[in-house]
């Protein structure tokens, strides 16, 4: 299996990448030059948070996978880790997120289980922030997950409709500070990707 393989092979089993964009690479994108040039600079020296934030259908799903892949192959070639497997990856929107506890719940299944799901991959896909429903519980949990895991040093990339405002009311001042602190970028000026390829 070539390395490439390998690193799609993982973004599958682990992941729940979605299939559209298993296989992407940066070079499958058509320009963008400059969001392709921000993500790399990102990759050689990277904040724990990435986050890519616009309204719908702008290509935040499609940059954060094919980000993902790009910098799982980087730490595999010079040689962070030996093994591409070795790389704990998960992928997973909000609303997983929620499902899961509320699942949990409902089976009495041990919670702090539920939350190393999220909390302890490598690289975490965090997509989708502010789509759950906006419950103090809900809220609660994706604010526990993004603060352990930065303080665990671990990188995640944040994928986002909301507004940094929208941030600060569903999640407080300290995971927006978290969010801020790392690196955004806005695919604002992006057309909608779904209205055009129609
Ligand atoms: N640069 C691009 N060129 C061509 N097609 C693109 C580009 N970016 C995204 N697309 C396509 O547009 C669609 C929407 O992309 P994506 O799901 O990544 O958007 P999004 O910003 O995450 O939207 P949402 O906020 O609704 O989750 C996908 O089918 C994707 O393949
Ligand atoms: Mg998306």
Redesign the pocket.
């Known amino acids: 299996m070539t390395d490439f393989n390998k690193i799609s092979h993982l973004l599958h089993l682990n992941g729940c990448i979605?299939m559209?964009?298993r296989n992407m690479k940066f070079s499958d994108?058509?320009?963008?030059d400059w969001i392709k040039e921000d993500l790399v600079n990102w990759m050689n020296d990277p904040s724990k948070i990435l986050t890519?934030s616009?309204?719908?259908?702008?290509?935040?799903?499609?940059?954060?996978c094919v980000t993902a892949r790009a910098y799982a192959a980087m730490l595999f070639e010079t040689g962070v880790f030996p093994q591409p497997y070795n790389i704990g990856f998960k992928f997973a929107s909000e609303s997983d997120i929620s499902l899961t506890f509320k699942a949990a719940y409902a089976k009495r299944q041990d919670q702090d289980y539920i939350h190393r799901l999220f909390t302890a991959p490598d690289l975490f896909i965090l997509?989708?922030l502010g789509e759950a429903s906006n419950t103090e519980q809900s809220n609660e949990i994706t604010s526990h997950i993004i603060t352990t895991r930065y303080r665990a040093n671990k990188i995640t990339i944040i994928?986002t409709?909301l507004s940094s405002d929208d941030i600060t009311a569903r999640y407080g001042a300290r995971v927006t500070s978290r969010i801020l602190g790392g690196k955004v970028i806005s695919?604002k000026s992006?057309p909608d990707?779904?209205s055009t390829?129609n």
């Open positions: 979605p559209e964009f994108i058509k320009g963008l890519l616009s309204q719908p259908g702008r290509g935040k799903t499609l940059l954060a997509d989708d994928t409709n695919l992006l990707f779904r390829s």
